[in-house]
């Protein structure tokens, strides 16, 4: 299996940058109804996932939580419950298999940990049925 095959490039991925609030992501999370997104730092390196969960988790644990501290509170700040882990770009099918059954997306970084996209479940699965078709 190639990785490059099934990658979903950053251009066509949704995630969000390390400077957006707790307000900003939840209207990003709700217009494009996703609920987990890499979050990448200014220079284009992967940092970690976001998930809505991960910021009501912060909601609720801040007894005096508002919407103006909402527009304030940037989501790199807030604890991660289950990030997710990202491979490079050179990882072993085994490897990326065993990511995949953990998490719905395995982010995708160079050997520099720049953020270069997704390998999705759903198309790992996808790849897979139609090469046993294939036989």
């Not at 990003?28 to 988790?57: C, M, N, Q």
């Not at 304030?72 to 604890?79: A, D, T, Y």
């Not at 998490?103 to 139609?130: A, E, H, T, W």
Request: hydrophobic share 40%; proline share 3%.
């Amino acid at each position: 299996m190639s990785l490059f095959s099934i990658i979903t490039p950053k251009i066509e991925t949704h995630y969000l940058t390390e400077d957006v609030t707790i307000r900003q992501a939840l209207e990003k999370f709700d217009y494009h109804k996703f609920s987990v997104v890499p979050l990448i730092a200014k220079d284009g390196t992967y940092l970690t996932t976001v998930s809505e969960g991960d910021i009501l988790r912060y909601i609720k644990n801040q007894a005096k939580f508002d919407v103006e501290k909402a527009e304030k509170v940037k989501v790199r700040s807030i604890e991660k419950y289950r990030p997710y882990k990202a491979c490079v770009n050179n990882v072993s099918d085994e490897e990326i298999f065993a990511l995949a059954l953990e998490q719905n997306f395995v982010p995708v970084v160079d050997d520099r940990n720049m953020y270069i996209g997704i390998v999705k479940r759903k198309d790992i699965l996808n790849m897979m049925m139609g090469e046993r078709n294939n036989k």
